[in-house]
């Protein structure tokens, strides 16, 4: 499991695309952000169902490998929104890791439920779409 995991790993570039941009358009960065995220997860979907489901069981090995393929993604979120911050765009009390980590199990939670039961009553991009939309209310400066 463990060289699956280091193979079917997605460069933070490839998911966030340029800094800058963040600073002049946080709502359609993040969006675009959740979008890849969540295709990436759909892509993996056998991968993350195992994971979650037998995460706490795992070698401490293969638990340190997945934490330290999700760090370069996160840590690179946390600069993006950092530059954001300074940009004036969000709020300087907001912990921005918890913020990312909120973030990230939010659309991961999503997939897993939609792939499980259906979306119901909205579709794939209203979720996706709304999840962007109440994270940028509780990030947003003013």
Same mark, same amino acid.
């Given at each position: 499991m463990r060289e699956t995991i280091l193979c079917r790993s997605m460069a933070p570039e490839e998911l966030l695309g340029p800094t800058d941009e963040w600073e002049r358009d946080l709502p359609g960065q993040l969006e %675009?952000?959740? #979008?890849?995220?969540? *295709?990436?997860?759909l892509d993996r979907e056998a991968l993350v169902r195992a994971v979650a489901g037998e995460g706490r069981i795992l070698p401490p090995t293969v638990r340190e490998t997945?934490?330290?393929?999700?760090?370069?993604? #996160?840590a690179a979120l946390i600069e993006r929104l *950092?530059?954001?911050?300074?940009? &004036?765009?969000?709020? %300087? @009390?907001? @912990?921005? &890791?918890?913020?990312? @980590?909120i973030l990230r199990d939010t659309v991961h939670t999503g997939m897993l439920r939609h792939t499980m039961y259906g979306t119901g009553e909205y579709s794939v991009d209203t979720y996706l779409h709304t999840v962007v939309a109440i994270f940028l209310q509780g990030i947003r400066k003013g």
């Open positions: %675009a952000y959740v #979008r890849k995220y969540y *295709e990436m997860l997945l934490l330290k393929k999700m760090a370069p993604v #996160r *950092e530059a954001a911050k300074k940009a &004036g765009y969000v709020n %300087a @009390d907001v @912990d921005l &890791g918890c913020a990312v @980590d």
